[in-house]
């Protein structure tokens, strides 16, 4: 049986395919269209995922997507007659319900057929629902609290819910306007970062500061005795007057949501492009604690609730990773599940598996440890795109290559590491990465010149293989998609200052041998070398979505001055 999951008209758009509960593979539309958070509906990704099993549209059994366009319904209504919302808000909304409920003429649009010849039933999975079900199904717990935190997507921001098996049941929900990811977006617009996604930009300058605005953002955000939270409208202009979103083709973007009266308590906003002072930084680093604690308000409180002592966690917000690393250290919980796209992306696989488990009442199956899930090129396809683009290459066998490129490392090269199945979710994990030894100070800066020109306070990441991550951190637990940061233990700060953040803390990724073997390998052969068994690892990009093919991988070596190139067994040198 072959379900088809799909997350559309939404940001990060993507969809994915199981084949009797299993999921064969997964992307983001953004890969292919080359558009960050792509958003709309994601013909290219659906088209991958079809060729890749080598079936076509009328193998597919069902069709999830994660809308429920009915969903909350009459709170909608209810919120905007009380509001007087305009109608052109309305009639964009409804434009976009519309479009969610028209899939078979999508699809039917896409494979050029008549709508009567897409024979798969067509699921709505509501949006959080989905969210829920990304995690939880795809966890190893067989009984899970489940905590679902976002934005908003049907009308909810934040569910929670407790799954038992095959079944999990909804206990609370908060509902849109009210939203912590709409608070943390409203401060990131305020701070200067108007791009859909900025916020992880608000994240990596909060180590700089000192939380100086708790009680201002007390004001605005409300923890309620309930367990959850609540919005003071005062400070939202999606409350009254609702705010343009555009979730057609290309990047989502969000007016600016916050009011005048921000300005009153905070000071001028800043304007993009003015020069970060330190009481933006002093902002970040309050909206960041102040977030967490909001996260462990509504976790302990779901502790308290159900008792369990396992927690899913799910939604755009669970992207904070600062705030991920510190769960178990300030909740009771024991053991912590995050998947690898826990954004909105990850909704196509949670659509799915909410339809394989508890709508078909189908077992589960067992955890999804992986994230590669997407776009592979065989090495005819590599050297074809080389020899095409007359780049001269050299092919190795493996031997050859790890000591190649373990040589290279340690000499400081910077490395463009492209191999077997892209990963799904917004972290490079060795697949699609550019990697470096971690022991250079000068590597920011050197990756900076070279490469990625973003922001100087933004820190660069360690790859870590798994047997030693107790050598390096304080915190024990596996982070197999770099979904938490831990404290990097003191004494070792100095011996890895490319991948230690200002405050002694890394966004880690512990690399484990049966799920990643080749950057296993590489790490492990860096390791007898230098005796540091990790690697820097940021994204294999350069200001666009994480390259996905060949073609795209060799652009961006040749448009940056990265010094070497490895695809598969092949090598490509300056
Ligand atoms: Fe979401």
Known sequence: MYILGINAYHGDSSACLLKDGVVLCASEEERFRR???????????????????????????????????????????????????????????????????????????????????????????????????SSFFASRFEKSAILSIDGFGDFTSTMSAIGDCNKFEVLDEVNYPHSLGVFYTTVTQFLGFPNYGDEYKVMGLAPYGQPKYLKELEQILEMTDDGFFKLNKAYFKHFKEGVAMDWEGGSPTIESLFTDEWCKILGKHRVKGDKVEQWHIDLATSVQIFTEKVIFHMLNHLHKKTGAENICITGGVAQNSVANGKILENTTFQNIYIPSAGHDAGTCIGSALYLYNQILGKDRLPEITTAYFGAKSNQDEITAVLERAEVRFTVYSDEELFEKVSNKLVEGGVIGWFQGRAEFGPRALGHRSIIMDPRRTDAKDLLNDKIKRRESFRPFAPSILKEAVEDYFIQKDTVPFMEKVFDIKEEKHKE?????????????????????????????????????????????????????????????????????????NVIVER
């Open 35 to 133: 558009i960050k958070h792509w958003a709309g509906f994601p013909t290219e990704a659906i088209k991958f995922c079809l060729e890749d099993e080598g079936i076509s549209i009328h193998d597919i059994d069902h069709v999830t997507i994660s809308r429920d366009p009915k969903a909350n319904f009459s709170k909608k209504i209810i919120h905007t007659l009380k509001n007087s919302i305009s109608i052109s808000n309305i009639w964009d909304r409804l434009i976009n319900s519309k479009k969610v409920s028209s899939i078979k003429g999508e699809l039917a649009k896409l494979f050029e057929l008549p709508e009567s010849d897409i024979k798969a039933t067509i699921h709505n999975i509501e949006h959080h629902r989905s969210h829920i079900a």
């Open 496 to 568: 890895i200052p490319a991948v230690t953040h200002v405050n002694g803390t890394g966004r880690l990724q512990s690399v484990d041998k049966n799920i990643s073997p080749r950057y296993h390998k590489l790490i492990s052969k860096f390791a007898e070398k230098s005796g540091v068994p990790i690697l820097l690892n940021t994204s294999f990009n350069e200001n666009e979505p994480i390259v996905n093919k060949p073609e795209e991988a060799l652009g961006c070596f040749l448009r940056t001055k990265m010094d070497m190139l490895v695809m598969g």
